[in-house]
């Protein structure tokens, strides 16, 4: 493996920056392992769940959608054209459930008995089913992203037998995502009179799964973008750009479903009571999904690099806000006991998504994660054999 | 072992804090008030008198016939004793709090200071309920404010109290029917809310609201699976005649 220790090591301004969080976030870390959550976290009796459950959990495992949206996209519907893009996106994915687990281990009060749920099994409760799917998700993910790691390696016999279970492997991984998808949201369900009229339905766990395909279309479009530019791979920027009228279709559908369930439900009145929380839904609803739909929704926009690209970050903003308005703003009216996240809580989080950089970035130079070519794609779909690339080379 | 249940008359409430005091006595519990009636619930309190107004309100964990938090807790941590009581069982627990964010009356607390952090609440006094004995608030009750039972007993009493003295009593039974019932019955002088009681509470047990949930789940994972392998029967055929395509150029090439 040639990682380029020098080049590695030479200080650039984002490094720095990086190297700062990863210190202050281990720091924060060693503080909330001898002190207790106490000693890191605003958290409290009335607020049991805070940033790590709303961002580092919600957000992590929602934006790690792409992943089996486009698995779905190019194994079950077979839209072979959007193959390029699949690796980044399953190691994005793949990465986000590490660090979602990552995240648990540090946020739960009895780490060490995180596997309880392997064999004390409680199957009324949603929490177990979140737990199940994420642990053969992350598992379906290592599979589906080990040809990677395999072909550096020429590990030819294993890869064989991974690409012959990759279209099972595919559907579990689409089944257990849309489970969990919407079991976030089906957590809240448990909670009719705590949360607050706006947020609360009963099609939480719809508007859940809805959102997260939405974003993970979104972060497809924002990886390929970054991509693009610090990695000097020119995608296909027309393949990215169909992924824009994905999120137009999807997030219409959510939009359109969020307010016909406000009306349904005599909530729209609602909309306009002058609250801190009418404000946020609004801001929600406003930059996560009119927005971008009425954005994408203009082909000169949507063919623009840098407004697909926005308009992929509005998903995202909005998705973000969405999941911490669920997780924190609709529960505070309640409590009556508001809650802020502390530095440390703050910091942990950075740490997480600037290790989650770090490592994408770290894969991309090492592995063969974009090195596909058009040939090796049809061997990957069994259109062709190794025999005939290698015919082909000798001519 | 018939289902228990404590009956607190608000209006026979004095204030003392007998209870308070017996119930960290009986639970090893270190003090952390002088007066009871200052004190709030804590991992090191169970229980505590709140002033409100003229009268006195106990605060308490209130057994849920239906416990939210038995059906939330992923590893089953927690159980519905037959008595009634709602125990937790800290070797289980992995810490993931669903418990307190669940619990329709917040009454779970946390050991946010402990590195092996326990879920604590009142747990009826179990040991000494299960050898027949009264649990230690209802024991120290000066003035049988705090009555405990068979909760069949205990509804009957509150039935009548409220039937004999109508201008006495507040004309409702909190924790009848709150949830789907609880075993911590309330008798109120005036309306509940003027007490701080949730009044918005649900008749039906929340449990049921996850429940309708999960039990979709076979459903969509075996619809969901034939559906997907449909779709990848119906497109891989394209796929099939670029293969065929494939080869026909290789043959051409070949002759």
């Known amino acids: ?395 | 072992m018939n289902r228990k249940a404590f009956l607190i008359d608000i209006t026979e409430c004095v204030g003392c804090g007998a209870c308070y005091e017996a119930c960290k006595e009986q639970n090893h519990l270190p003090q952390t008030s002088d007066d009871p009636l200052r004190d709030f619930l804590s991992d090191k309190t169970y229980t505590i008198v709140e002033q409100r107004g003229d009268y006195f309100v106990r605060r308490m964990c209130q057994h849920c016939e239906e416990p939210t938090c038995v059906s939330v807790c992923p590893v089953g941590a927690f159980t519905k004793t037959e008595i009634g009581a709602v125990l937790y069982d800290e070797s289980k627990c992995l810490g993931c709090r669903y418990c307190m964010q669940a619990c329709p009356f917040q009454i779970p607390r946390y050991e946010w200071g402990s590195l092996t952090p326990r879920v604590q609440k009142c747990i009826m006094c179990f040991d000494r309920v299960k050898e027949g004995n009264l649990p230690a608030c209802a024991e120290a009750c000066p003035t049988g404010a705090t009555l405990f039972g068979d909760r069949n007993e205990m509804i009957e009493i509150a039935r009548q109290r409220i039937a004999e003295n109508p201008d006495k009593y507040y004309q409702h039974i909190y924790g009848l029917e709150e949830v789907g019932g609880t075993s911590v019955l309330y008798l109120s002088p005036v309306p509940f809310e003027e007490l701080g009681f949730n009044t918005k509470l649900l008749k039906t047990a929340l449990p049921n609201f996850t429940h309708d949930a999960l039990s979709k789940i076979p459903s969509l994972v075996s619809v969901g699976g034939v559906l997907l392998t449909g779709f990848y029967w119906l497109t891989n055929r394209k796929n099939e005649i670029a293969k065929e395509k494939f080869e026909q150029q290789k043959n051409q090439r070949g002759n």
């Open chain 1, 1 to 395: 493996m040639n990682i380029h220790i020098k080049r590695l090591l030479r200080p650039t301004f984002w490094k720095i920056v990086a190297a700062i969080i990863l210190t202050l976030g281990l720091y924060s870390i060693y503080l909330r392992f001898t002190g207790g959550l106490a000693a890191v976290t605003n958290l409290n009796d009335h607020f049991p769940w805070g940033l790590w459950i709303g961002f580092d959990i919600l957000c992590g495992v929602g934006m790690a959608a792409g992943g089996f949206t486009l698995c779905a996209i190019v194994y079950i519907f077979n839209i072979k054209k959007f193959k390029p893009i699949i690796r980044p996106t399953i190691l994005t994915a793949f990465l986000g459930y590490l660090l979602v687990i990552l995240a648990l281990l540090i946020d739960l009060g009895r780490p060490w008995a995180i596997w309880h749920a392997i064999i004390m099994w409680n199957p009324r409760s949603v929490m177990f089913e979140v737990a199940w799917c994420v642990m053969l998700y992350t598992t379906v993910l290592f599979l589906e992203f080990s040809p990677v790691v395999l072909e550096k390696f020429r590990a030819e016999k294993l890869l064989k037998i991974i690409r012959g279970i990759t279209i099972p492997l595919v559907a579990i991984g689409i089944l257990l995502s849309t489970l969990h998808q919407s079991s976030l949201g089906a957590l809240y369900l448990i909670v009719p009179t705590k949360m607050h009229p706006l947020w609360y339905s009963i099609n939480l766990p719809w508007f859940f799964y809805l959102s997260a395909i939405g974003v993970g279309c979104a972060m497809i479009i924002f990886e390929s973008y970054l991509s693009s530019k610090a990695f000097k791979k020119n995608l296909e920027f027309e393949l990215v750009s169909d992924v824009g009228k994905w999120i137009v279709v999807v997030m219409s559908t959510y939009l359109t479903w969020r307010f016909m369930d406000l009306i349904l439900n005599d909530k729209l009145s609602l909309l306009f009571v002058d609250s801190i929380e009418t404000y946020l839904f609004w801001l929600e609803i406003v930059l996560g999904a009119i927005i971008p739909v009425i954005l994408l929704a203009i082909p000169k926009i949507r063919l623009n690099r840098a407004g697909l690209f926005v308009s992929a970050c509005f998903v995202i903003g909005g998705f973000l806000l969405n999941r911490l308005n669920v997780s924190v703003t609709s529960l505070q009216g309640f409590s009556h006991v508001s809650y802020f996240p502390s530095i440390y809580e703050i910091i942990v989080t950075l740490f997480l998504v600037t290790l989650g950089v770090i490592i994408f970035n770290l894969a991309v130079q090492n592995l063969p994660v974009y090195e596909k070519t058009e040939e090796q794609i049809l061997v990957e779909f069994e259109i062709i054999t190794d025999d005939d690339l290698k015919v082909q080379e000798a001519k």
